[in-house]
């Protein structure tokens, strides 16, 4: 059984409007060029590789992060992203906002910008 690509941590996603076009602006223009270098895709097997966020200028740390299931996409808009909005690393467990579930990774992306608040 393939084990990448599917969430590990609890998520508790709240099904909500996509992140306004602000937030995603500069993280989706990246994204773009990400994928045109074949660094974020799909692999032969359907699992896709190669998720993104970014720190949103927010006091608590809240950041936007692409979506489950979207590195076979050539592009994303507003709906291929949600925002983290609290998380707990020794719980394994996330909270996110938006029209898809974040990313398999959002978590370890968490704990990233936990260890590096700047």
């Not at 969430?7 to 996509?18: N, V």
Request: aromatic residues 10%.
């Amino acid at each position: 059984m393939l084990d990448e690509g599917y969430i590990k941590y609890q998520i508790d996603w709240q099904l909500a409007p996509p992140p306004a076009a602000h937030f995603i602006e500069q993280i989706n223009t990246c994204r773009n060029q990400l994928y045109q270098m074949g660094l974020i895709g799909a692999y032969n097997n359907g699992i896709g590789f190669g998720n993104i966020s970014q720190r949103l200028a927010t006091p608590n740390g809240l950041f936007v992060v692409s979506g489950t299931q979207t590195g076979h996409l050539p592009q994303l808009n507003a709906q291929h992203y949600a925002i983290v909005t609290q998380y707990s690393i020794e719980k394994n467990w996330l909270q996110c906002a938006g029209a898809i579930k974040a990313s398999s990774e959002a978590l370890t992306h968490a704990a990233l910008y936990a260890l590096h608040p700047q």
